[in-house]
Protein backbone atom coordinates (compact mmCIF):
# COMPACT_ATOMS: atom_id res chain seq x y z
CA UNK A 1 0.00 0.00 0.00
CA UNK A 2 1.35 3.43 -0.92
CA UNK A 3 2.41 4.85 2.12
CA UNK A 4 0.07 8.64 0.87
CA UNK A 5 -2.56 6.00 1.41
CA UNK A 6 -1.44 4.34 4.87
CA UNK A 7 -1.24 8.00 5.72
CA UNK A 8 -4.79 9.52 4.64
CA UNK A 9 -6.45 6.21 6.40
CA UNK A 10 -4.54 6.15 10.04
CA UNK A 11 -4.85 10.11 9.89
CA UNK A 12 -8.93 8.85 9.23
CA UNK A 13 -8.56 6.28 11.80
CA UNK A 14 -7.69 8.42 14.60
CA UNK A 15 -9.93 11.34 13.95
CA UNK A 16 -13.10 9.32 13.56
CA UNK A 17 -12.43 6.64 15.56
CA UNK A 18 -9.96 7.61 18.52
CA UNK A 19 -10.99 11.31 18.70
CA UNK A 20 -14.48 10.26 17.57
CA UNK A 21 -14.43 13.88 15.63
CA UNK A 22 -18.08 13.74 14.49
CA UNK A 23 -19.79 12.25 17.93
CA UNK A 24 -22.45 13.59 19.44
CA UNK A 25 -24.45 12.68 22.14
CA UNK A 26 -28.54 12.59 21.96
CA UNK A 27 -28.61 16.93 23.42
CA UNK A 28 -25.82 17.43 20.74
CA UNK A 29 -23.04 18.05 23.31
CA UNK A 30 -19.90 16.77 21.47
CA UNK A 31 -18.57 13.73 23.48
CA UNK A 32 -15.15 11.33 23.56
CA UNK A 33 -15.30 8.07 22.27
CA UNK A 34 -16.47 7.02 25.48
CA UNK A 35 -19.06 9.20 25.06
CA UNK A 36 -18.30 11.21 28.04
CA UNK A 37 -18.68 15.32 26.98
CA UNK A 38 -15.69 17.15 26.36
CA UNK A 39 -14.70 21.03 25.84
CA UNK A 40 -15.40 22.30 22.40
CA UNK A 41 -12.05 23.36 22.08
CA UNK A 42 -8.82 22.59 20.23
CA UNK A 43 -7.75 19.01 20.90
CA UNK A 44 -4.30 20.36 21.77
CA UNK A 45 -5.90 22.67 24.76
CA UNK A 46 -7.98 19.88 25.74
CA UNK A 47 -5.38 17.38 25.67
CA UNK A 48 -3.21 19.57 28.40
CA UNK A 49 -6.05 20.46 30.16
CA UNK A 50 -6.90 16.66 30.92
CA UNK A 51 -3.36 16.41 32.63
CA UNK A 52 -3.96 18.76 34.79
CA UNK A 53 -5.31 19.00 38.74
CA UNK A 54 -9.03 21.17 39.43
CA UNK A 55 -9.84 19.13 41.86
CA UNK A 56 -9.90 22.12 44.55
CA UNK A 57 -10.59 24.99 41.74
CA UNK A 58 -13.56 27.23 41.15
CA UNK A 59 -14.20 27.63 37.95
CA UNK A 60 -16.29 30.64 35.95
CA UNK A 61 -17.65 29.48 32.75
CA UNK A 62 -18.53 32.51 30.82
CA UNK A 63 -20.55 30.41 27.65
CA UNK A 64 -22.26 27.31 28.66
CA UNK A 65 -22.24 23.87 26.94
CA UNK A 66 -20.38 20.53 26.90
CA UNK A 67 -17.93 21.74 28.78
CA UNK A 68 -19.81 23.09 31.70
CA UNK A 69 -20.65 19.09 32.25
CA UNK A 70 -16.90 18.41 31.88
CA UNK A 71 -15.88 21.30 34.18
CA UNK A 72 -18.22 20.01 36.78
CA UNK A 73 -16.96 16.32 36.83
CA UNK A 74 -13.86 18.26 37.82
CA UNK A 75 -13.88 21.44 39.55
CA UNK A 76 -14.34 22.01 43.16
CA UNK A 77 -16.79 24.63 42.16
CA UNK A 78 -18.71 25.64 38.90
CA UNK A 79 -20.48 28.74 37.90
CA UNK A 80 -21.83 29.36 34.62
CA UNK A 81 -23.09 32.76 32.69
CA UNK A 82 -25.19 31.59 29.28
CA UNK A 83 -27.42 33.57 26.98
CA UNK A 84 -29.32 31.08 25.81
CA UNK A 85 -32.13 30.00 28.81
CA UNK A 86 -33.32 26.66 26.48
CA UNK A 87 -29.71 25.80 26.50
CA UNK A 88 -29.51 26.25 30.43
CA UNK A 89 -32.26 24.13 30.95
CA UNK A 90 -30.69 21.34 28.78
CA UNK A 91 -27.61 21.67 31.08
CA UNK A 92 -29.39 22.19 33.96
CA UNK A 93 -31.29 18.84 33.02
CA UNK A 94 -27.86 16.73 31.88
CA UNK A 95 -26.56 17.89 35.37
CA UNK A 96 -28.97 16.56 37.21
CA UNK A 97 -29.07 13.43 35.60
CA UNK A 98 -25.55 12.86 36.00
CA UNK A 99 -25.37 14.06 40.00
CA UNK A 100 -23.00 16.93 39.39
CA UNK A 101 -24.15 20.57 40.09
CA UNK A 102 -23.34 24.03 38.64
CA UNK A 103 -24.65 27.17 39.40
CA UNK A 104 -26.35 28.30 35.87
CA UNK A 105 -26.87 31.93 35.11
CA UNK A 106 -29.32 33.50 32.68
CA UNK A 107 -27.72 36.36 30.69
CA UNK A 108 -30.01 37.33 27.93
CA UNK A 109 -28.35 40.83 27.35
CA UNK A 110 -24.76 40.82 26.72
CA UNK A 111 -24.10 44.41 27.72
CA UNK A 112 -25.62 42.32 31.40
CA UNK A 113 -22.21 40.69 31.75
CA UNK A 114 -20.47 43.25 33.61
CA UNK A 115 -22.83 43.61 36.40
CA UNK A 116 -23.87 39.90 36.62
CA UNK A 117 -20.46 39.26 37.00
CA UNK A 118 -20.24 41.64 39.76
CA UNK A 119 -23.00 40.45 41.64
CA UNK A 120 -21.38 37.38 42.00
CA UNK A 121 -18.92 39.00 44.63
CA UNK A 122 -16.44 36.22 44.58
CA UNK A 123 -13.25 35.73 42.26
CA UNK A 124 -12.85 32.17 40.76
CA UNK A 125 -9.65 30.32 40.10
CA UNK A 126 -10.51 29.29 36.82
CA UNK A 127 -12.51 31.69 33.90
CA UNK A 128 -13.22 30.51 30.76
CA UNK A 129 -14.45 32.81 27.78
CA UNK A 130 -16.57 30.90 25.30
CA UNK A 131 -19.70 32.70 24.08
CA UNK A 132 -21.89 35.64 24.84
CA UNK A 133 -20.14 38.80 24.43
CA UNK A 134 -15.86 37.79 24.93
CA UNK A 135 -14.69 41.20 24.60
CA UNK A 136 -16.65 41.74 27.68
CA UNK A 137 -16.26 38.46 28.89
CA UNK A 138 -12.17 38.74 29.18
CA UNK A 139 -12.37 42.34 30.87
CA UNK A 140 -14.74 40.70 32.83
CA UNK A 141 -12.21 37.71 33.57
CA UNK A 142 -9.56 39.83 34.65
CA UNK A 143 -11.22 41.86 37.35
CA UNK A 144 -12.68 38.52 38.67
CA UNK A 145 -10.11 35.91 38.88
CA UNK A 146 -8.26 35.07 42.02
CA UNK A 147 -5.00 35.32 42.96
CA UNK A 148 -2.82 32.85 41.09
CA UNK A 149 -5.42 32.22 38.71
CA UNK A 150 -6.23 30.89 34.75
CA UNK A 151 -8.35 32.46 32.11
CA UNK A 152 -8.86 30.02 28.94
CA UNK A 153 -9.66 32.08 25.89
CA UNK A 154 -11.35 29.68 23.06
CA UNK A 155 -11.47 30.84 19.55
CA UNK A 156 -8.34 33.52 20.40
CA UNK A 157 -7.10 33.71 17.03
CA UNK A 158 -9.95 35.75 16.07
CA UNK A 159 -9.72 38.26 19.39
CA UNK A 160 -6.51 40.03 18.95
CA UNK A 161 -8.34 42.95 21.21
CA UNK A 162 -8.97 40.69 24.00
CA UNK A 163 -5.54 39.39 24.15
CA UNK A 164 -3.70 41.85 23.72
CA UNK A 165 -5.59 43.18 27.03
CA UNK A 166 -4.61 39.93 28.97
CA UNK A 167 -0.94 39.93 27.63
CA UNK A 168 -0.75 43.46 28.93
CA UNK A 169 -2.07 42.64 32.31
CA UNK A 170 0.75 40.48 32.80
CA UNK A 171 -0.45 37.32 31.88
CA UNK A 172 1.44 34.35 30.14
CA UNK A 173 -0.28 33.34 26.59
CA UNK A 174 -0.21 29.58 25.91
CA UNK A 175 -1.52 29.21 22.27
CA UNK A 176 -3.27 25.57 21.54
CA UNK A 177 -3.71 25.58 17.52
CA UNK A 178 -5.06 22.26 15.84
CA UNK A 179 -8.27 20.83 15.07
CA UNK A 180 -11.25 20.45 17.52
CA UNK A 181 -14.48 18.37 17.77
CA UNK A 182 -16.42 18.84 14.60
CA UNK A 183 -15.07 21.18 12.76
CA UNK A 184 -13.36 20.69 9.34
CA UNK A 185 -10.84 23.64 9.91
CA UNK A 186 -7.88 24.49 12.69
CA UNK A 187 -8.77 27.51 14.99
CA UNK A 188 -6.49 28.45 18.69
CA UNK A 189 -7.87 27.85 21.91
CA UNK A 190 -5.63 29.76 24.73
CA UNK A 191 -4.80 29.44 27.84
CA UNK A 192 -3.46 32.38 30.22
CA UNK A 193 -1.63 32.08 33.14
CA UNK A 194 -1.27 34.63 35.86
CA UNK A 195 2.95 34.77 36.77
CA UNK A 196 2.19 32.82 39.77
CA UNK A 197 -0.71 30.70 38.36
CA UNK A 198 -0.65 27.65 40.73
CA UNK A 199 -3.32 25.31 38.40
CA UNK A 200 -0.89 24.74 35.54
CA UNK A 201 0.26 21.51 37.82
CA UNK A 202 -0.04 18.12 36.15
CA UNK A 203 -1.52 15.65 37.95
CA UNK A 204 0.06 12.43 39.74
CA UNK A 205 -1.63 10.30 37.99
CA UNK A 206 -1.40 11.23 34.79
CA UNK A 207 1.36 10.27 32.22
CA UNK A 208 1.54 12.40 29.05
CA UNK A 209 0.72 10.14 26.10
CA UNK A 210 -0.82 10.81 22.76
CA UNK A 211 -3.85 9.93 21.50
CA UNK A 212 -3.30 8.01 18.31
CA UNK A 213 0.11 7.72 18.49
CA UNK A 214 2.61 4.95 19.41
Known amino acids: MPR ?9 WIFL ?5 CKLDANYFTVDAQGDPR ?3 TYPCIDYLETLDFTEASVLEIG ?9 NRAKSLCTIEEDSKWIDTLRSRLEHSNHHANLIHCPDKEQLGSITQELNSSADIIVVDGINREAGVSAA ?6 QGMI ?13 ELRVAGFIQIDFAGFGPLTAFPWV ?3 FLSRDCK ?10 SVLGGK
Open 17 to 21: RKRAH
Open 189 to 191: SSV
Open 4 to 12: QLQCALKFA
Open 142 to 147: IKNLAP
Open 152 to 164: IVDNSDWLDKPCR
Open 39 to 41: PWM
Open 64 to 72: GGASTLWWS
Open 199 to 208: WARQRKDICP
